[in-house]
């Protein structure tokens, strides 16, 4: 172990070479602290890990958390509450971050991916949620700063710990962030279209695609449409033999590398991201997969109308949406405008530079 002045600490819920919407977040955050502040990050899962390694960070035990062999400068929480137990109820968290306040002099920040499910009352997320939001409450109170994805979910923290200061930082790409320029966005094929996610997401959204091909516009109709990310699905495939007027791509457990590669030639994509009925819309800031278009000046489309998504009074350009009924797209032409801004956007307030600027000023 090396020098516990150099040390943070990243407690996660796994470790994983699959994609992994936490991991990939916290293993990003990590080379970046590295590279910027001189921090080398120790990773505690909270899944039993077969691997010593993740690239070239250790990975501990997190049962050492509480009482580490060296003690970090830092420590970082990345909390989802179904990442650390399957009801969503990590009880045993909280001792853990007790003990990490014991005994150690640095900062403690966590960064809340979730707070608590949502549900009608015949499903157990409605009979959880005061206990998810309970073990959420001390969290919050145990650590010295709190990161959250969109000002939604600021204002929930602060409904759960009035007082206590939320710091709003969007999800950034998981795929990387391509320096990309004008002349490059009017060259891409308006016609060429993108799904990227994970395992599920990327079905559904497969799913509800098929249902609105008609309604597209004829001057933005896909042609050709890559499928990004997940694991192998069968049904995908099968999904994607329904679209036989379309030329498709399907690229499973794709490297970010080759991810960004294809992203950066694509015009549009399709992301089905919310699955009840009434949203805050800005809680797509904290989706991977409209980070990871964002960052590539790929425009979202989704199949629900939603109303317009600002932080900090910065308006992002749409929401777009083809929704039974409703069609708000841009036009062909105003589609490489349009992805500039969104580009430049996501670097004004979620690129992983402002947040290790976030993040330091949250360590200092």
Not at 113 to 126: I, M, V, Y
Not at 265 to 270: D, H, K, L, P, V
Not at 338 to 350: Q, V
Request: proline share 7%.
């Amino acid at each position: 172990m090396i020098n516990g002045a150099g040390v943070v600490w990243q407690i996660v819920p796994r470790i994983s070479d699959n994609p992994d919407g936490v991991t990939d977040y916290a293993f990003n955050l990590a080379n970046d602290l590295w590279a910027n502040l001189g921090l080398r990050t120790v990773f505690a899962p909270g899944e039993p890990s077969q691997a010593s390694k993740k690239g070239e960070f250790e990975i501990a035990s997190i049962a050492d958390a509480g009482t580490p062999p060296v003690k970090p400068a830092h420590v970082i929480l990345h909390y989802v509450n179904y990442g650390y137990q399957k009801r969503g109820l990590p009880f045993w968290l909280v001792p853990i971050l007790r003990r990490v306040r014991e005994t150690f002099g640095g900062r403690l920040v966590v960064i809340f991916h979730e707070l608590f499910a949502t549900g009608p009352p015949w499903k157990s997320e409605f009979w959880l949620q005061p206990l998810q939001k309970k073990i959420a409450r001390d969290v919050a109170r145990l650590t010295d700063a709190r990161l959250v994805g969109s000002e939604s979910m600021q204002q929930m923290l602060e409904g759960l710990v009035p007082g206590l200061d939320v710091v709003v930082h969007p999800v950034p790409s998981a795929f990387g962030e391509p320096v990309i320029d004008p002349a490059q966005l009017r060259a891409r094929d308006n016609h060429r279209w993108v799904i990227c996610g994970g395992t599920e997401l990327i079905e559904r959204s497969l799913r509800s695609f098929l249902r609105i091909t008609d309604e597209i516009p004829a001057t933005v109709l896909p042609r050709n449409l890559v499928v990004l990310g997940g694991m192998e699905n069968s049904r995908v495939r099968l999904l994607l033999q329904r679209l036989a007027a379309i030329q498709c791509q399907y690229y499973p457990a794709v490297s970010p590398e080759t991810a960004s590669q294809i992203l950066s030639t694509c015009a549009f994509a399709w992301l089905d991201y919310f699955t009840t009925g009434t949203v805050n819309p800005d809680l797509l800031l904290k989706s991977s997969s409209f980070a990871n278009v964002c960052a590539h000046a790929v425009v979202c489309v989704t199949p629900r109308v939603l109303s317009a998504i600002s932080l900090e009074n910065d308006l992002l350009p749409g929401p777009f949406t083809i929704a039974h009924g409703e069609v708000k797209m841009p036009s062909g032409n105003e589609r490489p405008d349009i992805a500039g801004a969104i580009y430049d956007w996501y670097h004004r307030h979620a690129s992983m530079a402002t947040l290790s600027r976030v993040i330091a000023k949250q360590l200092a």
